[in-house]
């Protein structure tokens, strides 16, 4: 499904049809929707919350809701979870208020690789220059991480679009570039807790497995946790 593109204040442009876009502002009928019918609500619902940020941030908001979309698919099978950690109205307000630091970060990093990939390329380095290039994004009072969250998931899309468009295959391992987030917060537990206590943000999302499968779920660039006051 193609990314929606903000083309006006109200309007999404979609190559789905437009039966696949379900007029609903609450969470309990959306679990019952594909991904494709999901990720086309989300896109509307989106937009909807600051049409002026939309307007202002397209790239973020054209890749957010295929993001939202990859952390439903992750916790399938897993509805407690996915209920503590999807509110549309929490969700889009997160994404709101945190959309000119992911600009910024976005922007960081494809400058950061511009400079590697080109200094590889005249100095006839590889993967391995990247690898001392590697950035550690340190998410100062994380809450549950949803900037960190976003990030993981829009940093390599960007890069392999990046990648593609200079038709280079062998650049778009993007872990050379960035290493790691790690989400800061006095409400983690300490590393090791086995029990939570209800001060605690439930950690589930970063370090759970599937209960179907027992795999570990696992983000496109690692979330780490630290308990910091």
């Not at 100095?123 to 950035?135: L, P």
């Not at 679009?161 to 800061?184: C, R, T």
Request: with cysteine; proline share 7%.
């Amino acid at each position: 499904m193609a990314s929606p593109q903000v083309t006006d204040a109200t309007t999404i442009v979609e190559d789905a049809p437009a039966t696949e876009v379900v007029d609903n502002s609450h969470n309990a009928n959306s679990d019952d929707f594909t991904d494709e019918t999901f990720e086309a609500w989300i896109a509307q619902e989106l937009i909807q919350t600051n049409p002026p940020v939309a307007l202002q941030y397209p790239q973020v908001f054209a890749m957010a809701p295929t993001c939202i979309t990859h952390w439903r698919r992750r916790y399938h099978g897993n509805r407690p979870l996915w209920k503590r950690l999807f509110s549309k109205d929490r969700v889009c307000k997160e994404i709101v208020e945190a959309v000119p630091i992911i600009d910024g970060v976005l922007k960081y990093v494809e400058r950061q690789w511009d400079l590697v990939y080109n200094r590889s390329n005249s100095e006839g380095g590889n993967a391995g220059d990247m690898e001392k290039k590697r950035i550690v994004i340190v998410d100062l009072c994380s809450g549950k991480g949803y900037l960190s969250m976003l990030l993981s998931e829009m940093i390599p899309l960007t890069l392999q679009a990046k990648a593609a468009a200079l038709n280079d295959g062998d650049k778009n391992d993007m872990d050379y570039l960035v290493n790691k987030f790690i989400l800061v917060d006095k409400q983690w537990p300490m590393h090791g807790t086995t029990e939570l206590s209800p001060h605690h943000i439930n950690w589930e999302h970063i370090y759970g497995s599937c209960p179907q499968t027992g795999q570990p779920y696992v983000w496109p660039i690692p979330l780490h946790t630290s308990k910091q006051d």
